[in-house]
């Protein structure tokens, strides 16, 4: 008997984190659409944010106040159901698992041996459940795996607010007021260090950015990579926020771009026409202006001279795919990025600008007599 309440008092804290996380997950996808529109709800976003990391910094101490005691043995039990609390799978045992080693993957410091022994179980169990022919664990995979993206992207543009980077130049209009108000809502509930990975050294962020790429590469292998594709290109926040970020962060984020780009072009099969122009129309104005702005590198170039030609070539197909007003929107934002960084000479789009100013001027051609 004492065992079984020991377990419930163990697995209260996880199920509450999980659940909340996947609230914060589903709500944010909602608003996020909606902000597009109207501005006034990117505050309200970044508000849902901010609640969200105030959750993770008090989740620790009402853990350990929930614990029975030290020395308690986990012992999993049967669940009747199989799709509950963490975007639907925390009732499940390998659920569970998968969910709490990506969630400590976030909060390990890289530094730490741990590290690498916790995200190769997580490597190992999606694997795993990707290999067997069963639907419901590869749901599984596709789900907790697509939280974990999303969290993690919202603890790198926290991450990102609470360092400073906040200056967006040129970029767009209205965010700087919206990144003020996140950040001061960030120190106001004490969230700069500790289990939610935010912290006032750039390797806090560079890290989350790292696992970004290692969390969509897994999508990607699950068969999934829409769930990243999809996320990170309506993260335009953290695109802007990119631009004045330190040149190693900004090489990590070209990395993901970069990656994200290459299965968008697989994606088409798998969206209708509309849906699949909509996402590549988001993903260039969101991240074109920091692969020509942040492809240099410290030490060396971040991409390699054959990776920039495939990305560059995926580029220009995707543009040439979009309608005649959305290229001129795309191919005018590249325009003045490409021109701002007198540094790098890449991406060049030269020959899709080339292209739309050709059909441009057949539109002043009087039309042929029949």
Not at 8 to 17: D, E, G, N, V, Y
Not at 48 to 71: C, E, G
Not at 83 to 100: E, H, K, N, T
Not at 230 to 252: H, I, T
Request: charged share 20%; proline share 3%.
């Amino acid at each position: 008997m004492g065992m079984m309440e020991n377990s419930a008092i163990f697995m209260a804290p996880l199920l509450l984190r999980n659940t909340v996380t996947s609230l914060l997950v589903h709500a944010e996808k909602s608003i996020l659409v909606l902000a597009e529109k109207y501005k006034v709800l990117e505050i309200f976003r970044h508000l849902v944010i901010a609640s969200f990391l105030f959750f993770l910094r008090l989740f620790p101490s009402f853990s350990q106040s929930l614990k029975a005691d030290d020395d308690y043995t986990f012992n999993s039990t049967q669940s009747s159901g199989y799709f509950v609390g963490y975007g639907g799978v925390g009732d499940s045992g390998i659920g569970r698992a998968l969910s709490q080693l990506l969630w400590s993957v976030n909060d390990i410091p890289v530094s730490s041996s741990k590290y690498g022994i916790v995200r190769s179980l997580a490597e190992r169990l999606i694997e795993e459940n990707n290999k067997e022919d069963i639907e419901a664990l590869r749901e599984m995979n596709r789900t907790v795996l697509s939280a974990a993206f999303s969290r993690t992207l919202c603890l790198v543009e926290a991450a990102m607010v609470e360092l400073g980077q906040g200056r967006v130049g040129h970029y767009g209009a209205g965010f700087g007021p919206v990144c003020y108000q996140l950040n001061r809502l960030l120190r106001a509930v004490g969230v700069g260090s500790g289990r939610v990975g935010v912290s006032r050294s750039g390797n806090s962020a560079e890290k989350l950015a790292a696992e970004l790429l290692w969390l969509a590469e897994e999508l990607a292998g699950c068969g999934f990579e829409e769930e990243a594709v999809e996320r990170w290109a309506s993260a335009s926040n953290l695109a802007a926020l990119s631009l004045s970020a330190e040149p190693r962060l900004q090489g990590s984020l070209v990395k993901v771009s970069a990656f994200l780009f290459k299965q968008m072009k697989d994606m088409d099969s798998k969206e209708t026409e509309e849906g699949s122009r909509q996402t590549k129309m988001k993903m260039l104005t969101s991240w074109l202006p920091l692969l020509c702005r942040g492809s240099n590198g410290t030490d060396m170039p971040v991409l390699s001279l054959s990776e920039r030609a495939e990305l560059e070539k995926i580029l220009e197909d995707t543009v040439d795919m979009l309608q005649h007003e959305e290229q001129e929107q795309v191919l005018s934002l590249w325009l003045h990025h490409f021109t701002y960084c007198p540094s790098s000479d890449w991406p060049n789009l030269h020959a899709s600008y080339a292209r739309w100013c050709t059909t441009s001027r057949k539109l002043f051609l009087p039309p042929l007599k029949m």
